[in-house]
């Protein structure tokens, strides 16, 4: 599914999206954040909490930011705003880039 679909529809449902991590950002308490659109006010988020980047043997926001990725999980909402929280380094992975063709 990619990111712009995601709606309250799939809240509660485990998903996989796919799609481009245009930036990132860091909380007060080391969450991390990859937002998956160019306007974070809106975009869908995948968000590693402080208390499990240990598990990941990469840095995140190296690792992901503007690069295709797949993440799993279970889509959760606040505030409007939908996201994955990604808490073991099997539920996000780099995806090579779909070619868009023309018909």
Do not use: C, W
Request: aromatic share 8%.
């Amino acid at each position: 599914m990619r990111p712009t679909d995601v709606t309250a529809e799939q809240v509660g449902k485990g998903i996989a999206v796919e799609g481009r991590v245009y930036s990132h950002g860091k909380s007060e308490t080391g969450q991390i954040a990859l937002f998956f659109g160019a306007d974070i006010s809106t975009a869908f988020r995948a968000i590693v909490p402080s208390a499990d980047l240990h598990k990941f043997k990469v840095d995140v926001v190296k690792k992901y930011t503007r690069r295709n990725v797949r993440v799993t999980g279970t889509v959760e909402e606040q505030d409007g705003k939908f996201y994955i929280l990604i808490r073991e380094p099997k539920q996000i992975k780099v995806v090579p880039r779909k070619r868009r063709t023309s018909s």
